[in-house]
């Protein structure tokens, strides 16, 4: 899988860019705050629908401009696509495949596939939980693109639930009694917990196993960056408890979620929020017995953020297919898969190195550099080309004021 043509109108600082790619390294060389990163966020948005670096669409339009638009051609095997997403900050964003068909923008992941390196990824290790739970929840997306759905409906009835609850707090505060506006936010409760809990069980799943697949291989890549510097090892944390590791079935997971919701039910009034489920658990990197947040230095922070994101890049790799459940029949038709829910072969995904050799020893260069030099399309950024280590021989760009120009 690789990129053979990026298309950018009023997206970050580009009123327009059309730049050329090919299989193998291409490096984008220039001074900081020129546009480099600009680009390969660009493509890591086609795959994602998300920036690395903000939260939000509207920082990526450009000032001025009332859209950005974002196309990508994209190769895997003898299957050529061109995905086409339009951002329209306060309004919905639009996506076409190949052109002809309009689809919801979520229906395009899957079509590419990226694993991002970038200095932001140090907060992996030294970040707050909310960075752990989107490295996971994002790379569960990338294995298996129907996943989108599920945390979309996951965001929505907590977005839901929460309102209830500070209805219910707000009525309970100023000795609101009954028809006073709580009792029938309470009332509805029950479903919303339903609803909850089977949307969370799903995402717990999906996390418990991606855990288990993730550990030997992050243990290996740790091993390849810091020689002798582990053993490394992961903990989930659950809002549920301790029993959650127990729960085996969707089933069993959905059961636990809803028992806890109930006895957590008095301290969520009170309190006006949702205090249990997935969007309060948490990723323990260990260092030895140690949590690795508070107590491994930078190298090693680094080093372990750099293997979490090579075991992600071996682990999409080694996907023989994903079925693309979210899909409409008109979706998957356009995208080449056949019938909504057919399963393909899933193509090895683009590695993006966003100005990481700048911040690694040279030790850990060499090493990263040779790790990734195999790969099939390998993008990276650098303020100077003697950043780029050697091994990545390919294409260079010069990027300077907006303009894009191979070397």
Do not use: C
Not at 111 to 130: N, Q, S, Y
Not at 172 to 195: F, I, P
Not at 374 to 383: I, M, N, S
């Amino acid at each position: 899988m690789h990129v053979t043509h990026l298309s950018l109108a009023d997206f970050r600082s580009y009123a327009r860019a059309e730049v050329a790619l090919g299989p193998g390294v291409t490096a984008f060389v220039g001074p900081n705050g020129q546009g480099k990163t600009n680009l390969v966020e660009a493509v890591g948005y086609v795959a994602t629908l998300g920036s690395h670096r903000v939260s939000a669409d509207a920082p990526l339009v450009r000032m001025g401009a009332d859209r950005a638009v974002v196309r990508a051609a994209i190769v895997e095997g003898d299957r050529q696509q061109l995905v086409e997403l339009e951002l329209n900050p306060g309004k919905a964003n639009r996506a076409r495949i190949n052109r002809s068909s309009q689809v919801r923008p979520r229906d395009v992941l899957g079509i590419l596939r990226t694993v991002l390196f970038a200095p932001e990824d140090l907060a992996l290790v030294k970040g707050d939980p909310g960075e752990r739970r989107r490295f996971l929840d994002e790379l569960i997306t990338a294995r298996s693109p129907r996943m989108a759905g599920v945390r979309a409906d996951y965001e929505r009835v907590l977005k839901q639930r929460n309102t209830l609850l500070k209805t219910a707090a707000l009525a309970r505060r100023h000795g609101g009694g009954r028809g006073s506006g709580g009792d029938g936010a309470l009332s509805t409760l029950d479903v919303w917990d339903q609803h909850l809990a089977r949307a969370g069980a799903e995402l717990l799943a999906q996390r418990l196993d991606l855990i288990a697949a993730l550990q030997p291989l992050t243990d290996k890549a740790y091993e390849q960056l810091a020689p002798g510097g582990g053993p490394i090892g992961f903990d989930y944390r659950s809002s549920v408890g301790d029993g959650l590791a127990a729960a085996g079935t969707r089933e069993e997971l959905y059961e636990q979620l809803s028992a806890a919701l109930t006895a957590a039910r008095k301290q969520e009034i009170e309190r006006g929020v949702t205090l249990v489920g997935p969007h309060r658990d948490d990723l323990i990197l260990r260092l030895g017995e140690l949590p690795a947040k508070g107590y491994a230095s930078h190298g090693e922070s680094w080093s372990y953020a750099l293997a979490l994101r090579l075991a992600s890049y071996d682990l999409l790799r080694a996907d023989i297919s994903w079925a693309p459940g979210g899909l409409s029949a008109e979706a998957a038709e356009a995208a080449g898969g056949g019938e909504a829910g057919a399963v393909r072969r899933a193509g090895e995904p683009v590695l993006v190195l966003d100005d990481v050799f700048a911040e690694l020893d040279e030790r850990r260069r060499e090493r990263l550099a040779e790790l990734v030099a195999p790969g099939e399309q390998v993008l990276v950024t650098a303020a100077v080309e003697d950043d780029v280590p050697g091994v990545l021989a390919g294409a260079r760009y010069a990027v300077s004021e907006g303009e894009v120009r191979p070397l």
